[in-house]
């Protein structure tokens, strides 16, 4: 039996072409509904991040500049803001994310409960850290283990001033 004996008699099916084609109209809503909803997310991240930065003493705006606000966050941890470069490495990324949250959490005197959470709920944390009682120790404060930098005295919260480890 030849092959077209035997798609003639149904004993294999036919080959047949399928295109498919994209509507313009939903694919530039799905252009602009991306581009919304990612406008969106850095307003929200922006503000979260704007009350950290105003308790460091560093500029407010600088929040919603989505590669240098990790910079000026990296700063007010107390690590090297070339550190940044780690965010572009696949895996490197999370251990940047996790020193992040561990710096975090000691300049602001906190313990190792709350690096856990900046960790996982990092943009709720932003909120809390920003607009709840805590209080910024200062980038010495990462030198400290979790939850055991001075809250008094010399280098403690109480002597920092705004501006004082901005490079002039």
């Not at 929200?44 to 308790?55: E, P, Q, R, V």
């Not at 990092?122 to 209080?135: D, E, K, N, Q, T």
């Amino acid at each position: 039996m030849t092959l077209t004996s035997a798609l003639a008699t149904g004993m294999l099916p036919a080959m047949t072409s399928t295109t498919t084609t994209t509507d313009p109209a939903a694919a530039a809503g799905a252009a602009v509904g991306g581009l919304l909803g990612a406008v969106i997310a850095l307003a929200i991240t922006g503000f979260a991040l704007m009350g950290i930065f105003k308790k460091a003493g560093q500029p407010a705006w600088a929040a919603v500049v989505p590669l240098y606000n990790i910079i000026v966050l990296l700063k007010i941890s107390g690590l090297s803001p070339w550190l940044v470069i780690l965010s572009f490495i696949p895996v490197a990324n999370i251990v940047l994310v996790v020193l992040l949250a561990i710096n975090l959490a000691k300049v602001f005197g906190k313990g190792a409960g709350t690096a856990v959470l900046i960790f996982f709920f990092s943009l709720i944390m932003y909120f809390v850290l920003s607009y709840g009682g805590a209080r910024y120790l200062g980038p010495d404060a990462a030198r400290y283990p979790l939850g055991q930098a001075p809250q008094q005295g010399h280098g403690a919260a109480g002597s920092y001033q705004p501006g004082q480890y901005q490079s002039r």
